[in-house]
């Protein structure tokens, strides 16, 4: 499935519909979650040993990648998501960072 900002691929099998509806919505929220016009990517590929998910978010701030395997798709999700969240995070915490600190320097600059 493509929309305008993001792609979701399933190779070597298909998920059931509730399953795929579930993933479907924590994408979303991960977008909401992204820097503007982020494109997100999330793949998931069927291996002898169980699945693995790969998620990149991919803006002109930068890229954020989360890589997981496991047996069950939902739990699977749920850990890319943790991990993507807590590199979104991270770097909101760093961009707000910078405005503060450029905010101190124009105060600076302006009271002198």
């Known amino acids: 499935m493509t929309f305008k900002n993001f792609d979701l691929q399933f190779m070597g099998f298909e998920p059931k519909r509730k399953v795929r509806i579930f993933i479907e919505e924590q994408l979303k929220q991960i977008h909401a979650e992204s820097p503007h016009n982020s494109y997100i990517r999330l793949y998931y590929t069927k291996l002898k040993e169980g699945t693995e998910g790969m998620i990149t978010v991919n803006s002109q701030v930068g890229r954020f990648f989360a890589h997981e395997f496991g047996h069950d798709i939902v739990a699977l999700t749920k850990r890319l998501q943790k991990t993507i969240r807590r590199e979104l995070k991270a770097w ?7 405005i503060k600190q450029n905010q101190k320097f124009m105060n600076h600059e302006t009271a002198s």
């Open 92 to 98: 909101k915490k760093s961009r707000f960072r910078e």
